[in-house]
Protein backbone atom coordinates (compact mmCIF):
# COMPACT_ATOMS: atom_id res chain seq x y z
CA UNK A 1 0.00 0.00 0.00
CA UNK A 2 1.62 3.40 -0.94
CA UNK A 3 1.29 6.56 1.20
CA UNK A 4 -1.91 8.31 -0.55
CA UNK A 5 -3.77 5.10 0.03
CA UNK A 6 -2.67 5.15 3.92
CA UNK A 7 -4.19 8.75 4.03
CA UNK A 8 -6.63 7.63 1.35
CA UNK A 9 -6.19 10.70 -0.94
CA UNK A 10 -9.14 10.82 -3.26
CA UNK A 11 -7.31 11.10 -7.26
CA UNK A 12 -8.55 14.98 -7.68
CA UNK A 13 -6.95 15.96 -4.21
CA UNK A 14 -3.56 14.97 -5.63
CA UNK A 15 -4.75 16.37 -9.42
CA UNK A 16 -5.92 20.00 -7.63
CA UNK A 17 -2.66 20.04 -5.27
CA UNK A 18 -0.57 19.48 -8.12
CA UNK A 19 -2.32 22.39 -9.58
CA UNK A 20 -2.23 24.73 -6.55
CA UNK A 21 1.76 24.06 -6.14
CA UNK A 22 2.00 24.72 -9.39
CA UNK A 23 0.15 27.91 -9.00
CA UNK A 24 2.91 28.73 -6.07
CA UNK A 25 5.99 27.89 -7.75
CA UNK A 26 5.36 29.86 -10.70
CA UNK A 27 4.14 32.86 -8.49
CA UNK A 28 7.59 32.55 -6.47
CA UNK A 29 9.45 31.72 -9.22
CA UNK A 30 8.06 35.30 -11.59
CA UNK A 31 8.36 37.08 -7.87
CA UNK A 32 11.65 35.85 -7.62
CA UNK A 33 13.05 37.23 -11.06
CA UNK A 34 12.74 40.66 -9.27
CA UNK A 35 13.98 39.94 -5.95
CA UNK A 36 17.67 40.37 -5.36
CA UNK A 37 18.37 41.89 -1.64
CA UNK A 38 18.23 39.12 1.39
CA UNK A 39 15.30 40.71 2.80
CA UNK A 40 13.42 38.36 -0.06
CA UNK A 41 14.85 35.15 0.52
CA UNK A 42 11.72 33.89 1.94
CA UNK A 43 10.46 33.75 -2.11
CA UNK A 44 13.47 31.14 -2.71
CA UNK A 45 12.90 29.00 0.15
CA UNK A 46 9.12 28.73 -0.64
CA UNK A 47 9.79 28.14 -3.98
CA UNK A 48 12.40 25.23 -3.70
CA UNK A 49 10.23 23.40 -0.63
CA UNK A 50 6.99 23.58 -2.80
CA UNK A 51 9.12 22.45 -5.26
CA UNK A 52 10.04 19.67 -3.95
CA UNK A 53 6.55 19.08 -2.26
CA UNK A 54 5.88 18.92 -5.94
CA UNK A 55 7.59 16.11 -6.60
CA UNK A 56 5.86 14.09 -3.84
CA UNK A 57 2.55 14.94 -5.33
CA UNK A 58 3.98 14.32 -9.44
CA UNK A 59 5.59 10.85 -8.28
CA UNK A 60 1.85 9.81 -7.14
CA UNK A 61 0.10 11.30 -9.87
CA UNK A 62 2.11 9.00 -12.17
CA UNK A 63 1.93 5.96 -10.57
CA UNK A 64 -2.19 6.32 -10.60
CA UNK A 65 -1.88 6.79 -14.30
CA UNK A 66 1.15 4.80 -15.63
CA UNK A 67 -0.87 1.45 -16.50
CA UNK A 68 -3.47 3.70 -18.52
CA UNK A 69 -0.97 5.48 -20.26
CA UNK A 70 1.29 2.52 -20.96
CA UNK A 71 -1.62 -0.13 -22.37
CA UNK A 72 -1.59 0.07 -26.34
CA UNK A 73 -4.78 1.29 -27.10
CA UNK A 74 -6.00 2.90 -24.18
CA UNK A 75 -4.66 5.92 -25.54
CA UNK A 76 -7.49 9.11 -26.62
CA UNK A 77 -6.96 12.73 -28.10
CA UNK A 78 -5.71 14.26 -25.29
CA UNK A 79 -3.42 11.69 -23.90
CA UNK A 80 -0.29 13.14 -25.79
CA UNK A 81 -1.02 16.46 -24.16
CA UNK A 82 -1.04 14.51 -20.55
CA UNK A 83 2.14 12.62 -21.92
CA UNK A 84 3.48 16.48 -22.84
CA UNK A 85 2.55 17.86 -19.62
CA UNK A 86 5.00 15.88 -17.92
CA UNK A 87 7.68 15.14 -19.42
CA UNK A 88 7.45 19.53 -19.17
CA UNK A 89 6.92 18.81 -15.63
CA UNK A 90 9.61 16.70 -14.67
CA UNK A 91 11.49 18.64 -16.83
CA UNK A 92 10.98 22.05 -14.61
CA UNK A 93 11.62 20.13 -11.80
CA UNK A 94 14.43 18.19 -12.18
CA UNK A 95 16.20 21.32 -14.00
CA UNK A 96 15.59 23.29 -10.36
CA UNK A 97 16.99 20.64 -8.85
CA UNK A 98 19.66 19.88 -11.13
CA UNK A 99 21.01 23.77 -10.87
CA UNK A 100 20.65 23.58 -7.07
CA UNK A 101 22.83 21.17 -7.35
CA UNK A 102 25.48 22.86 -9.08
CA UNK A 103 25.19 21.04 -12.35
CA UNK A 104 25.15 23.77 -15.37
CA UNK A 105 24.02 23.46 -19.08
CA UNK A 106 25.51 25.31 -22.25
CA UNK A 107 22.51 26.02 -24.76
CA UNK A 108 23.77 28.51 -26.98
CA UNK A 109 23.62 32.10 -25.19
CA UNK A 110 21.27 30.16 -22.44
CA UNK A 111 22.05 28.00 -19.03
CA UNK A 112 20.40 25.49 -16.96
CA UNK A 113 18.43 27.99 -15.22
CA UNK A 114 17.00 29.82 -17.99
CA UNK A 115 15.71 26.69 -19.45
CA UNK A 116 14.22 26.37 -15.80
CA UNK A 117 12.22 29.52 -16.21
CA UNK A 118 11.81 28.72 -20.17
CA UNK A 119 9.81 25.04 -18.65
CA UNK A 120 8.50 26.55 -15.90
CA UNK A 121 6.40 29.22 -18.40
CA UNK A 122 5.12 26.53 -20.79
CA UNK A 123 3.73 24.67 -18.21
CA UNK A 124 1.21 27.41 -18.39
CA UNK A 125 0.40 26.65 -21.50
CA UNK A 126 0.67 22.75 -21.76
CA UNK A 127 -1.74 22.80 -18.49
CA UNK A 128 -4.00 24.86 -20.06
CA UNK A 129 -4.82 22.57 -22.70
CA UNK A 130 -4.85 19.30 -20.39
CA UNK A 131 -7.15 21.09 -18.25
CA UNK A 132 -9.37 21.82 -20.97
CA UNK A 133 -9.33 18.07 -21.99
CA UNK A 134 -9.33 16.89 -18.65
CA UNK A 135 -11.63 19.08 -16.53
CA UNK A 136 -12.79 17.58 -13.42
CA UNK A 137 -14.15 20.61 -11.30
CA UNK A 138 -12.90 19.94 -7.39
CA UNK A 139 -15.56 18.90 -4.68
CA UNK A 140 -15.33 20.06 -1.31
CA UNK A 141 -15.57 16.31 0.20
CA UNK A 142 -12.15 15.55 -1.35
CA UNK A 143 -10.71 18.50 1.08
CA UNK A 144 -12.15 17.73 3.85
CA UNK A 145 -11.06 16.65 7.63
CA UNK A 146 -7.92 16.22 9.09
CA UNK A 147 -6.25 14.29 6.27
CA UNK A 148 -6.21 17.57 4.26
CA UNK A 149 -4.56 19.30 6.73
CA UNK A 150 -2.10 16.32 7.63
CA UNK A 151 -1.40 15.28 3.79
CA UNK A 152 -0.22 19.05 3.58
CA UNK A 153 1.93 19.04 6.52
CA UNK A 154 3.51 15.85 5.47
CA UNK A 155 4.51 17.60 2.22
CA UNK A 156 5.83 20.90 3.50
CA UNK A 157 7.50 18.83 5.90
CA UNK A 158 8.96 16.03 2.85
CA UNK A 159 9.90 19.66 0.85
CA UNK A 160 11.57 21.45 3.72
CA UNK A 161 13.55 18.05 4.94
CA UNK A 162 14.43 17.53 1.10
CA UNK A 163 15.53 21.08 0.85
CA UNK A 164 17.49 20.96 3.95
CA UNK A 165 19.35 17.86 2.95
CA UNK A 166 20.08 18.81 0.27
CA UNK A 167 21.97 22.06 1.42
CA UNK A 168 23.98 19.47 3.60
CA UNK A 169 24.90 17.26 0.47
CA UNK A 170 26.30 20.23 -1.45
CA UNK A 171 27.98 21.78 1.41
CA UNK A 172 29.62 18.11 1.89
CA UNK A 173 30.27 17.29 -1.74
CA UNK A 174 31.24 21.08 -2.47
CA UNK A 175 29.41 21.27 -5.49
CA UNK A 176 29.23 24.54 -7.03
CA UNK A 177 25.56 25.22 -5.82
CA UNK A 178 26.67 25.39 -2.17
CA UNK A 179 28.82 28.69 -2.85
CA UNK A 180 25.50 30.50 -4.80
CA UNK A 181 23.77 32.96 -3.69
CA UNK A 182 20.30 33.23 -1.61
CA UNK A 183 19.21 33.77 -5.50
CA UNK A 184 20.67 30.68 -7.09
CA UNK A 185 23.04 32.24 -8.77
CA UNK A 186 26.61 31.56 -9.15
CA UNK A 187 29.51 34.14 -8.73
CA UNK A 188 31.31 35.06 -12.14
CA UNK A 189 33.93 37.05 -12.39
CA UNK A 190 34.20 39.71 -9.58
CA UNK A 191 36.50 42.28 -9.84
CA UNK A 192 37.62 41.17 -12.34
CA UNK A 193 36.86 44.19 -14.82
CA UNK A 194 34.79 44.02 -17.80
CA UNK A 195 35.49 40.14 -17.53
CA UNK A 196 32.10 39.14 -16.81
CA UNK A 197 29.47 37.61 -18.75
CA UNK A 198 27.22 39.90 -21.14
CA UNK A 199 24.36 37.24 -21.25
CA UNK A 200 20.66 38.04 -23.36
CA UNK A 201 17.39 38.43 -21.89
CA UNK A 202 15.56 40.44 -24.59
CA UNK A 203 17.06 41.80 -28.29
CA UNK A 204 18.21 44.71 -27.03
CA UNK A 205 21.69 45.05 -29.25
CA UNK A 206 22.54 48.63 -30.50
CA UNK A 207 25.43 49.37 -32.50
CA UNK A 208 28.71 50.32 -30.77
CA UNK A 209 27.54 54.23 -29.19
CA UNK A 210 29.24 57.04 -31.08
CA UNK A 211 30.23 59.21 -28.23
CA UNK A 212 30.53 62.46 -29.95
CA UNK A 213 26.94 61.68 -30.73
CA UNK A 214 26.19 60.30 -27.37
CA UNK A 215 24.48 62.82 -24.69
CA UNK A 216 22.46 62.46 -21.20
CA UNK A 217 19.33 64.10 -20.64
CA UNK A 218 17.29 64.88 -17.47
CA UNK A 219 13.75 65.67 -17.82
CA UNK A 220 9.79 65.50 -16.35
CA UNK A 221 9.04 66.38 -13.17
CA UNK A 222 12.52 68.74 -12.80
CA UNK A 223 12.99 72.25 -12.28
CA UNK A 224 15.71 72.77 -14.70
CA UNK A 225 16.22 70.24 -18.04
CA UNK A 226 19.59 68.62 -18.26
CA UNK A 227 21.74 67.93 -21.12
CA UNK A 228 25.28 66.36 -21.12
CA UNK A 229 27.70 65.03 -22.87
CA UNK A 230 29.96 62.13 -21.92
CA UNK A 231 33.13 64.42 -20.46
CA UNK A 232 30.34 66.19 -18.28
CA UNK A 233 29.41 62.71 -16.87
CA UNK A 234 32.78 61.21 -16.87
CA UNK A 235 34.56 64.05 -15.36
CA UNK A 236 35.63 63.94 -11.65
CA UNK A 237 32.65 66.31 -10.69
CA UNK A 238 29.40 66.31 -13.06
CA UNK A 239 29.52 70.10 -14.80
CA UNK A 240 25.95 70.58 -15.66
CA UNK A 241 24.52 72.86 -18.35
CA UNK A 242 20.44 74.19 -18.91
CA UNK A 243 19.10 72.94 -21.77
CA UNK A 244 19.01 75.81 -23.99
CA UNK A 245 20.81 78.35 -22.52
CA UNK A 246 24.37 76.82 -22.82
CA UNK A 247 25.12 78.20 -19.45
CA UNK A 248 27.56 76.05 -17.27
CA UNK A 249 25.35 75.98 -14.16
CA UNK A 250 28.22 73.72 -12.42
CA UNK A 251 25.30 72.53 -9.84
CA UNK A 252 26.41 68.82 -9.07
CA UNK A 253 28.95 67.52 -7.83
CA UNK A 254 30.23 63.81 -7.65
CA UNK A 255 33.48 63.45 -5.48
CA UNK A 256 32.34 60.49 -4.49
CA UNK A 257 30.85 58.56 -7.88
CA UNK A 258 32.15 54.67 -6.67
CA UNK A 259 29.73 52.25 -5.07
CA UNK A 260 30.38 48.29 -4.20
CA UNK A 261 27.92 46.48 -5.94
CA UNK A 262 26.10 42.95 -6.70
CA UNK A 263 25.10 42.86 -10.28
CA UNK A 264 22.92 39.18 -9.95
CA UNK A 265 21.52 38.44 -13.44
CA UNK A 266 18.54 36.01 -13.46
CA UNK A 267 19.97 33.50 -15.79
CA UNK A 268 22.19 32.49 -12.94
CA UNK A 269 25.44 34.37 -12.29
CA UNK A 270 26.54 37.19 -9.86
CA UNK A 271 29.07 39.60 -9.65
CA UNK A 272 30.14 41.67 -6.97
CA UNK A 273 32.26 44.59 -8.41
CA UNK A 274 33.74 48.71 -7.58
CA UNK A 275 31.61 50.77 -9.84
CA UNK A 276 32.33 54.45 -11.31
CA UNK A 277 30.51 56.95 -12.65
CA UNK A 278 27.94 59.44 -11.49
CA UNK A 279 25.45 59.41 -8.34
CA UNK A 280 22.10 59.88 -9.63
CA UNK A 281 21.52 61.64 -6.54
CA UNK A 282 23.68 64.12 -7.79
CA UNK A 283 21.61 64.55 -10.96
CA UNK A 284 18.25 65.60 -9.28
CA UNK A 285 19.88 67.76 -7.44
CA UNK A 286 21.87 69.54 -10.31
CA UNK A 287 18.22 69.08 -12.05
CA UNK A 288 15.96 70.20 -9.11
CA UNK A 289 13.21 67.63 -8.43
CA UNK A 290 10.12 68.85 -8.33
CA UNK A 291 7.34 68.42 -5.52
CA UNK A 292 5.39 66.09 -7.90
CA UNK A 293 8.72 63.98 -8.36
CA UNK A 294 8.36 60.28 -7.26
CA UNK A 295 10.00 58.34 -9.49
CA UNK A 296 12.65 58.13 -11.65
CA UNK A 297 12.30 56.17 -15.36
CA UNK A 298 16.23 55.05 -17.06
CA UNK A 299 15.72 54.90 -20.44
CA UNK A 300 18.29 53.00 -22.85
CA UNK A 301 19.21 53.86 -26.65
CA UNK A 302 16.93 50.64 -27.62
CA UNK A 303 14.09 51.99 -25.64
CA UNK A 304 14.57 49.62 -22.74
CA UNK A 305 13.83 51.33 -19.61
CA UNK A 306 13.09 50.90 -15.49
CA UNK A 307 12.15 53.11 -13.38
CA UNK A 308 13.04 53.48 -9.32
CA UNK A 309 11.30 55.36 -6.84
CA UNK A 310 12.89 58.11 -6.05
CA UNK A 311 14.71 57.25 -2.84
CA UNK A 312 16.26 54.59 -4.36
CA UNK A 313 16.78 56.30 -6.97
CA UNK A 314 19.06 58.80 -5.57
CA UNK A 315 21.60 56.12 -4.17
CA UNK A 316 21.75 54.42 -7.55
CA UNK A 317 24.92 55.27 -9.80
CA UNK A 318 25.34 55.54 -13.51
CA UNK A 319 28.33 53.95 -14.15
CA UNK A 320 30.53 54.97 -16.57
CA UNK A 321 33.58 52.48 -15.06
CA UNK A 322 33.42 48.84 -13.74
CA UNK A 323 36.56 48.13 -11.35
CA UNK A 324 39.33 50.20 -12.68
CA UNK A 325 37.90 49.98 -16.64
CA UNK A 326 36.15 52.06 -18.72
CA UNK A 327 32.58 50.09 -19.35
CA UNK A 328 32.79 48.20 -22.97
CA UNK A 329 30.20 48.00 -25.07
CA UNK A 330 28.72 44.65 -24.05
CA UNK A 331 28.41 46.20 -20.78
CA UNK A 332 26.53 49.30 -21.41
CA UNK A 333 28.93 52.34 -22.74
CA UNK A 334 29.07 55.11 -21.92
CA UNK A 335 26.59 54.69 -19.20
CA UNK A 336 24.48 51.81 -17.33
CA UNK A 337 22.45 52.04 -14.25
CA UNK A 338 23.64 50.40 -11.12
CA UNK A 339 20.91 49.75 -9.17
CA UNK A 340 22.02 48.07 -5.77
CA UNK A 341 19.60 44.79 -4.43
CA UNK A 342 18.15 45.03 -8.30
CA UNK A 343 18.18 42.16 -10.69
CA UNK A 344 20.89 42.55 -14.01
CA UNK A 345 17.87 43.31 -16.38
CA UNK A 346 16.80 46.27 -13.98
CA UNK A 347 20.37 47.51 -14.24
CA UNK A 348 19.64 49.77 -17.83
CA UNK A 349 22.26 49.86 -20.17
CA UNK A 350 23.38 52.32 -22.94
CA UNK A 351 21.61 55.00 -20.77
CA UNK A 352 20.32 58.50 -22.77
CA UNK A 353 17.69 59.27 -20.81
CA UNK A 354 16.56 60.07 -17.06
CA UNK A 355 12.80 61.15 -16.53
CA UNK A 356 11.78 62.10 -13.31
CA UNK A 357 8.27 61.43 -13.20
CA UNK A 358 5.54 60.90 -10.83
CA UNK A 359 3.86 57.80 -11.25
CA UNK A 360 6.18 54.51 -11.97
CA UNK A 361 5.90 53.99 -15.80
CA UNK A 362 3.49 51.13 -16.09
CA UNK A 363 4.87 50.62 -19.95
CA UNK A 364 8.09 49.36 -18.45
CA UNK A 365 7.06 45.79 -18.02
CA UNK A 366 6.27 45.94 -22.22
CA UNK A 367 9.48 47.93 -23.32
CA UNK A 368 11.74 45.02 -21.87
CA UNK A 369 10.03 42.47 -23.86
CA UNK A 370 9.59 44.53 -27.28
CA UNK A 371 12.88 47.03 -27.02
CA UNK A 372 15.54 45.95 -29.41
CA UNK A 373 13.06 44.00 -32.31
CA UNK A 374 13.43 47.08 -34.41
CA UNK A 375 17.11 47.93 -33.98
CA UNK A 376 20.14 46.61 -36.26
CA UNK A 377 22.40 45.41 -33.76
CA UNK A 378 25.03 42.62 -34.48
CA UNK A 379 23.24 39.97 -32.73
CA UNK A 380 25.98 39.75 -29.91
CA UNK A 381 25.22 41.95 -26.88
CA UNK A 382 22.34 42.08 -25.34
CA UNK A 383 20.39 43.73 -22.29
CA UNK A 384 20.89 41.98 -18.35
CA UNK A 385 23.93 41.13 -17.13
C1 LIG B 1 9.06 31.74 -14.10
C2 LIG B 1 9.17 30.56 -13.55
C3 LIG B 1 10.27 30.11 -12.64
C4 LIG B 1 11.42 30.74 -12.19
C5 LIG B 1 11.90 32.15 -12.48
C6 LIG B 1 12.13 29.82 -11.35
C7 LIG B 1 13.34 30.07 -10.70
C8 LIG B 1 14.04 29.16 -9.94
C9 LIG B 1 15.31 29.42 -9.31
C10 LIG B 1 16.08 30.75 -9.35
C11 LIG B 1 15.68 28.29 -8.67
C12 LIG B 1 16.98 28.09 -7.86
C13 LIG B 1 16.70 28.34 -6.40
C14 LIG B 1 17.93 28.10 -5.56
O1 LIG B 1 19.02 28.01 -6.11
O2 LIG B 1 17.79 28.00 -4.33
C15 LIG B 1 14.64 27.31 -8.87
C16 LIG B 1 14.64 26.03 -8.35
C17 LIG B 1 13.59 25.13 -8.48
N1 LIG B 1 12.42 25.34 -9.17
FE1 LIG B 1 11.92 26.98 -10.21
N2 LIG B 1 11.41 28.66 -11.28
C18 LIG B 1 10.26 28.80 -12.06
C19 LIG B 1 9.25 27.86 -12.25
C20 LIG B 1 9.20 26.63 -11.65
C21 LIG B 1 8.11 25.69 -11.78
C22 LIG B 1 6.83 25.92 -12.58
C23 LIG B 1 8.44 24.59 -11.05
C24 LIG B 1 7.67 23.33 -10.87
C25 LIG B 1 7.29 22.60 -11.88
C26 LIG B 1 9.74 24.84 -10.45
C27 LIG B 1 10.41 23.97 -9.61
C28 LIG B 1 11.64 24.18 -9.05
C29 LIG B 1 12.34 23.22 -8.25
C30 LIG B 1 11.85 21.82 -7.86
C31 LIG B 1 13.55 23.81 -7.89
C32 LIG B 1 14.67 23.18 -7.06
C33 LIG B 1 14.41 23.44 -5.62
C34 LIG B 1 15.46 22.78 -4.78
O3 LIG B 1 15.90 21.70 -5.18
O4 LIG B 1 15.82 23.33 -3.73
N3 LIG B 1 10.15 26.11 -10.83
N4 LIG B 1 13.65 27.88 -9.66
Redesign the pocket.
Given at each position: MNWSQRVSLPPRFVDWSIFL??AI??A???I??TTGRPGGRAV??L??????A??VLVFEKLRRVRKRVSRPGAWDQATPVSVLLAVV?LG??G???V???GGSLALGPWGL?NL??G???L?VLVVAIHLYHRWRPPQRSDFEGRRTVLSYLLLVGVGAL??RL?SVFNEWVNTP?AE?R????REEGTDAGNEFPVTSWVADDPDPIAIEEWELTVAGEVKRDLALDYEAIAAEGIVTEEVGSGRNEGAGSSDDGRLRATLDC?S?WYSVQDWRGVRVGDLLEAAGTAESARWVSFRSVTGYRWSLPIEEAREALLATGVGGERLTHGHGFPLRLVAPGRRGFQWVKWVTEVEVRERKDPGQWLAVFVSGFDSEGDGKNSENG
Open positions: LLELSGLSLFVHSVVGLLCTALSGIWVLLHILGLLTWQGRFTGSTG
